[in-house]
């Protein structure tokens, strides 16, 4: 960085401080960082504003850039996971473990209905709760994405569990103002997933189970794609792929699911949070950075809308054929 800036003829921000207050303010496509031009939103920032922690912005370009990065941990992780699993239903039981418990509070380990075969073979996927995210002896978790958050300023909660709004933050970034977070007075007794899982994982899991809802509600029976964070097969319609997202960086996300669905054939469904698949704007990014022959085959669709959209696109090739 330093030596980026020399060239650039730049004075180099002069500490690791320093450093995190220039990715605070300035532009990710600021060019001291050398990130390609096109690659990412105008306004995204590689430190968060108000939560002073690498964005997810940060964490996605990271894992499009060095060899998968934080996104290949993740699947790594998984696929590790998959390995100490017996078989596909320890493993489906596990995930969902994982997705419904980004926290684990020492005393839900007493409660009833605690699956403790499932916490054996998870346990070594939780971390302490990192120091950063603690402010005077407690832990805030966002009310919507369930996520560690922080008030702006690191400022202390004064009375009981604080709202949601524009000083907060939360790991999942887009949430809506308005909703109460929860305050967790304890956190040496709590244990975190790691944050690969947090943001690859448990963050999408929201549109996955939406979607998965609406395809079970249909009678469309869905199987997992081994190795993958949240793709599946719809063996019953045959050439039908179905994959959810959350992301921030259309582009990026383009370049990934590219490289995903290149290895397989059919139709792929892309799924995303209503949020992105009801924004032109995303959806125009997304569209314009996919290979024509896949923009050409790729239906995009938010989770409500999947099982319709699928039923939509079958019939309509079914009487192509016939015609
Ligand atoms: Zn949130």
Known sequence: MVLRCLDLGEEPPLSVPGLLEWCRRRPAGDRVFGVPPGLLDAGARLVHPVGVTPTRTCLELASHERRGGIEQEARALLADLARRCRNTEQYRRSRRFLVRHVA????????RGWDKEVWVRVRELYQPVPEFLVVAGKFLRCGTCRLPALLGGRRAPEHGAPVAGPQTWCEG??????????????????????RAL???????SAVEHAGLETLAAHGLVHEAVPEELGSYRLPGLGAYTVHFYDRVQPVLLADRFTDLVDRLPGTPVLVLPRRSAGSTEFRRALAAALPDELRARTLISAPQELARRIHQHHTGRRKGAHA
């Open 104 to 111: 684990v509070h020492q005393k839900d380990r007493f409660e």
């Open 173 to 194: 970034e887009r949430c809506p103002a308005g909703e109460r977070m929860e305050l967790v007075r304890d956190p040496e007794r709590v244990l975190l997933l790691r």
């Open 198 to 204: 947090r943001m690859f994982l448990a963050l999408p």
